[in-house]
Each structure stands twice: as structure tokens, then as C-alpha cells.
């Protein structure tokens, strides 16, 4: 099977691999697994066999972006929420129908200690639109019901949770956003079993030689409790490496969602400095991109798990 290596010239093993549709993530990290960057074989879930290779300098050209975004330091990690699963989806445009301000993600990944980039590591990012749904759990986010084992979706009111989840809902403690811990997976929050068939701003990308991935995407909305943010999930030889999120300057998130389609989503109780998630070293470093915003960031991860 012939698959397109080009995609805006930032092809990566994982754009290869939308090519074809319907790859499943886990198959994507047992073949990223197998690490060395050498040529890897994975399969589809149609049964094809596909050959790909890793990325070669195709992102080389954002390499010069991450010069304010450089960092050695330990990325923060959260839990991951009560929306994150496995969305089936390995691609970089990642908008669907959702309706937004355009926002393009350069994400890098390293290692904490040796400050050197991570290739073939898989990064998942996921967020809620506009309105402040997540795919996948559309009602359950909009607080219209639909929580596993028949527990309520949300608050009163039209508003996702932003407290724990209740019996019977996906996770542990942390609520929408979840909270600390160690770098790693995400904590005592289990994946969410999905609600609905929808899968927009959800999906995968695996890094090149140089550690970067790109993502394009919308500006997200909010929901009650919560600040603006990127869901960020790290894949490090098959395993949950990083769970963290990204921020945005308020300053840009007030200009944005003065816009439509988010003005249509009134009531905003929480920003920056009020949210129990937010942390200086999760903002993106953001600059304009034609008529969206570009945003930069450094992903430190501990691959060896020894904290540093």
C-alpha cells in the first residue's frame, strides 16, 4: 500500500499512518516501541501491512520557534481528566467540523536530563470546543446526562462537571482538569469509556528526529471551573510518560473569545490565576500565524523515571 509522505512537509510515522484510515493508537505505539529509528512495520486495522519510516527534517523548519520555549526543567504533570481515550485518530488536523479561531501547536519533546530530543514518541492532545464540549462525551461534558453506570453527566444549568466526578462517572479525584502527582500517566483517573461516536479535536502525532510534532486545531473554549487548556498526553516506549496540560495568556483568551462563535458561550468563572491546574511553565509561547496563533512548547519528560 502506497501511503502520501508528504503532508504540509512535516510528515511524520503517524501522518504516514492516517493515510490509512483507521490505525489504532495502541498499534501505533507498539510500533514506536520497538524505538531505534529504524524502519517499522505496523498494522491496520483493515489487516493491511504498512511499512513506514520515522520522520526525517520535515518540522526542521519550526526547530528555530522553540528558542523562547527551551526548557531542561520537569514538565508538570496532572491527571488526565474525566474525557481522555483512546480517540482511534493519528493525524495532525485535528478540527473536524468545530467551528473556532485557528490555532497551529508546535509541541517538542525531551528528555529532562540529557536536554536532547525524544523521536518516536507519541503525542495526543485533546480539548473541548467552543462551547466547552468534548467529543466523545458530549453530553456527559454538557451536563446533559449519560455518565457510565446511569450516574448524572454534569451540574445543573448546562455546565460540565468541574468537581469530581460522581459515582459511577470515568476517574478518580481531580475532576475536569484533574490535579497533581507524579510525571507519568494519568494517576487514579481511568479512560473514559466513549459516550458518542463524535472524535473532533482529539488526536495523535509521533515525534521526528528532532522531538516535534505539529497540531492543527482551534482556540478551545471553557467550561465552569476550568481555564482555557490543551489536554497533553506522552508516549515514551509504550508507556504513559507525561500527562499535562496547556495554557494560554489571558490576555490572548479574553481577545479570542470576545469572538463567535465563543461569544455565544457566556458566563466565564474562571481564568488563570483562579484555576487549581495552572502553572507558568504550562503557558504556550504564542505568537499570530496568518489569521490564527501559532503556539510553542517544550515537553520534558522522564523516560527512565528517576525524577529528574
Same mark, same amino acid.
Given at each position: 500500500?502506497?501511503?502520501?509522505?508528504?503532508?504540509?512537509?512535516?510528515?511524520?510515522?503517524?501522518?504516514?499512518?492516517?493515510?490509512?484510515?483507521?490505525?489504532?493508537?495502541?498499534?501505533?505505539?507498539?510500533?514506536?516501541?520497538?524505538?531505534?529509528?529504524?524502519t517499522?512495520?505496523?498494522?491496520a486495522?483493515?489487516?493491511?501491512?504498512?511499512?513506514?519510516?520515522?520522520?526525517?527534517?520535515?518540522t526542521?523548519?519550526?526547530?528555530?520557534?522553540?528558542?523562547?520555549?527551551?526548557?531542561?526543567?520537569?514538565?508538570?504533570?496532572?491527571?488526565?481528566g474525566?474525557?481522555y481515550?483512546?480517540?482511534?485518530?493519528?493525524?495532525?488536523?485535528?478540527?473536524?467540523?468545530?467551528?473556532?479561531?485557528?490555532?497551529?501547536?508546535?509541541?517538542?519533546?525531551?528528555?529532562?536530563?540529557?536536554?536532547k530530543?525524544?523521536?518516536?514518541?507519541?503525542?495526543e492532545?485533546?480539548?473541548?470546543?467552543?462551547? #466547552?464540549?468534548?467529543?466523545?462525551?458530549?453530553?456527559?461534558? *454538557? +451536563? !446533559?446526562? %449519560?455518565?457510565? /453506570? &446511569? @450516574?448524572? =453527566? $454534569?451540574?445543573?444549568?448546562?455546565?460540565?462537571?468541574? #468537581?469530581?466526578?460522581?459515582?459511577?462517572?470515568?476517574?478518580? *479525584? +481531580? !475532576?475536569? %482538569?484533574?490535579? /497533581? &502527582? @507524579?510525571? =507519568? $500517566?494519568g494517576?487514579?483517573?481511568?479512560?473514559?469509556?466513549?459516550?458518542?461516536?463524535?472524535?473532533?479535536?482529539?488526536? *495523535?502525532?509521533?515525534? %521526528?528526529?528532532? /522531538?516535534?510534532?505539529?497540531?492543527?486545531?482551534?482556540?478551545?473554549?471553557?467550561?465552569?471551573?476550568?481555564?482555557?487548556?490543551?489536554?497533553?498526553?506522552?508516549?515514551?516506549?509504550?508507556?504513559?510518560?507525561?500527562?499535562?496540560q496547556?495554557m494560554?495568556?489571558?490576555?490572548?483568551?479574553?481577545?479570542?473569545?470576545?469572538?463567535?462563535?465563543?461569544?455565544?458561550?457566556?458566563?466565564?468563572?474562571?481564568?488563570?490565576?483562579?484555576d487549581?491546574?495552572?502553572?507558568?511553565?504550562?503557558?504556550?509561547?504564542?505568537?499570530?500565524?496568518?489569521?490564527?496563533?501559532?503556539?510553542?512548547?517544550?515537553?520534558?519528560?522522564?523516560?527512565d523515571?528517576?525524577?529528574?
Amino acid at each position: 500500500m502506497d501511503i502520501d509522505h508528504d503532508e504540509g512537509r512535516r510528515v511524520s510515522r503517524r501522518t504516514a499512518l492516517a493515510g490509512l484510515g483507521s490505525i489504532g493508537l495502541g498499534a501505533l505505539l507498539a510500533a514506536c516501541g520497538r524505538g531505534g529509528g529504524s524502519t517499522t512495520t505496523a498494522t491496520a486495522t483493515d489487516g493491511a501491512s504498512v511499512t513506514v519510516s520515522p520522520q526525517a527534517t520535515g518540522t526542521a523548519d519550526l526547530a528555530g520557534l522553540f528558542a523562547g520555549a527551551n526548557t531542561c526543567t520537569l514538565s508538570p504533570s496532572t491527571t488526565q481528566g474525566p474525557y481522555y481515550f483512546d480517540a482511534d485518530k493519528v493525524r495532525s488536523d485535528i478540527r473536524e467540523d468545530r467551528e473556532g479561531s485557528r490555532l497551529r501547536l508546535a509541541i517538542r519533546v525531551q528528555d529532562s536530563e540529557s536536554c536532547k530530543a525524544l523521536p518516536d514518541a507519541v503525542v495526543e492532545i485533546w480539548h473541548c470546543d467552543a462551547a #466547552g464540549h468534548y467529543s466523545g462525551a458530549e453530553a456527559l461534558s *454538557a +451536563g !446533559g446526562g %449519560g455518565a457510565p /453506570g &446511569g @450516574a448524572p =453527566g $454534569g451540574a445543573p444549568g448546562g455546565t460540565p462537571p468541574s #468537581g469530581p466526578p460522581p459515582s459511577g462517572a470515568p476517574g478518580g *479525584a +481531580g !475532576g475536569a %482538569g484533574g490535579g /497533581g &502527582g @507524579a510525571q =507519568g $500517566g494519568g494517576g487514579s483517573q481511568a479512560d473514559l469509556v466513549p459516550q458518542d461516536d463524535e472524535r473532533y479535536l482529539r488526536g *495523535a502525532q509521533v515525534t %521526528g528526529r528532532n /522531538g516535534i510534532v505539529s497540531f492543527t486545531t482551534i482556540w478551545p473554549g471553557w467550561y465552569s471551573g476550568r481555564t482555557v487548556h490543551v489536554h497533553a498526553m506522552v508516549h515514551v516506549n509504550d508507556e504513559r510518560t507525561l500527562t499535562t496540560q496547556l495554557m494560554m495568556d489571558e490576555k490572548l483568551n479574553s481577545a479570542v473569545l470576545a469572538k463567535q462563535p465563543y461569544a455565544a458561550h457566556t458566563g466565564r468563572d474562571t481564568f488563570n490565576d483562579g484555576d487549581s491546574i495552572y502553572r507558568a511553565d504550562m503557558l504556550l509561547k504564542i505568537t499570530e500565524d496568518g489569521d490564527g496563533h501559532l503556539g510553542v512548547i517544550t515537553l520534558a519528560v522522564d523516560p527512565d523515571k528517576n525524577g529528574r
